[in-house]
């Protein structure tokens, strides 16, 4: 497949001292659905309007389909927009504010009208073309932005948290149907969100970002399996951090010994930070042996529907967190109580291994 987006060190300096994007060097393919994830600030929606052409790079280079359009107004190049409060005219229909740009276009009315209506059936509304955008609800209104991005079949869509405005079911609809408005338009898609459910359940590839740079980039599974950085291993999921000192073919914890698969290529000796996920964590039942079992104890539990998140507390007072999902069989007796001695285990090949102290 062919980049139809590449960055080339692509910075945003606002001020001497305000950095919005430092150095980012990104190649999107045609077709992909690549979702920019990370905290308030972290420059993901200055990248997104700098593809957009609505603010210029300080420096670097931005190409769309192999051409030059670092310095191309937004409406010469072939990028649509989808804000997030959408931005439909009021006193137009449905149909027209789809068909407003193609006009523009020098597009005839039937044609654009046809243009329009195909472009609803798309998102599911072609039964709604002669009503106004007061008429419909918050998820209907998403779907027209929608329509009017892709009516003209841009190369690339760019959608700034295009889900923030909706409440948590419709969003979760919503997200599937973009991902099949995606698959069915096979327009490219850029995304940006702060939330990580979000951007793992949409997206081919996430580009997590940190103050400005790309911290990692990679499928959702990979960067769920292997973040690179405990910055990662905390943004996407949950993430139980220990302080630990490199130990013959593992780690030593202030509360125990752990065997850990992946290859650390540190000194005996050497300060590192384990972390393992809070579902790849179990308590053991009684009597029950594992490889990498710590003791602990019962610090907190609690239900949340699906299933208890368990917190306990190792020898040296640190804390970590056990989700479990709640068995059917489950007695209500035999929910953990607070206090209760414990035996916790993480199996060598889910723990995570960076170098240095980090606190989180
Ligand atoms: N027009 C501007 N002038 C000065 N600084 C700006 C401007 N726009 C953004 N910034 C700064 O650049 C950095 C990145 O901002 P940006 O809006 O890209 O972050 P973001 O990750 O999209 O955050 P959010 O989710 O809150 O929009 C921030 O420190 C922000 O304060």
């Known amino acids: ?10 910075s945003k300096h606002y001020s001497r001292t305000i950095i ?50 670092t310095h191309v107004p937004p409406y010469r190049r072939d990028v649509n927009m989808v804000f997030q ?38 998102v599911g509304l072609a039964d709604k073309i002669d009503q106004r955008p007061m008429q419909l609800s918050g998820g209907q209104r998403q779907r027209v932005a929608l329509a009017r991005a892709i009516v003209r079949r841009p190369k690339v869509l760019l959608l700034d948290e295009p889900l923030s405005a909706l409440d948590a079911r419709l969003r979760d609809q919503m997200r599937i149907e973009m991902k099949h408005l995606h698959e069915k338009v096979g327009i490219t898609f850029i995304m940006v969100t702060h939330d990580q459910e979000e951007a793992l359940t949409m997206s081919d590839r996430v580009v997590v970002m ?10 959702p599974q990979d960067l769920y399996d292997h973040p690179a950085s405990p910055y990662v291993a905390n943004f996407i999921g949950t993430t139980n951090f220990l302080a630990a000192r490199r130990s013959g073919a593992g780690v030593a914890t202030a509360a125990g010994p752990l ?39 019962i610090a907190e539990v609690i ?15 640190a804390q970590v967190h056990v989700d479990t999902l709640l068995p059917d069989t489950l007695a209500r007796s035999d929910v953990p109580r607070p206090g209760t ?15 240095g102290k980090v606190v989180v």
């Open 303 to 317: 239900y949340y529907g699906l299933g208890l998140r368990i917190t306990v507390e190792l020898a040296d007072g």
């Open 210 to 219: 940190e103050k400005g740079r790309v911290a990692q980039d990679g499928r």
């Open 1 to 10: 497949m062919a980049a139809i987006i590449e960055l080339q060190g692509i």
């Open 20 to 69: 919005g994007v430092d150095n980012v060097s990104l190649s999107v393919e045609d077709g992909e659905f690549v979702t920019l994830l990370g905290p308030s600030g972290c420059g993901k929606s200055t990248l997104l309007r700098m593809i957009g052409g609505f603010e210029a790079p300080t420096h670097g280079k931005i190409r769309l389909a192999g051409q030059d359009v």
């Open 259 to 297: 065997q850990v698969e992946e290859a650390v290529d540190m000194p005996d000796g050497a300060e590192v930070t384990v972390g393992f996920r809070p579902e790849k964590t179990r308590i053991l039942a009684p009597g029950e042996t594992a490889a990498n079992a710590l003791p602990a104890r």
């Open 85 to 122: 409060d959408y931005a439909l005219f009021p006193h137009m229909t449905v149909g027209e504010n789809i068909a407003y740009g193609l006009k523009m276009l020098g597009k005839g009315r039937d044609e654009a009208r046809r243009m329009a209506a195909e472009a609803l059936e798309m």
């Open 341 to 355: 001695p414990v035996t916790i285990a993480v199996e060598p090949h889910n723990i995570f291994v960076f170098p």
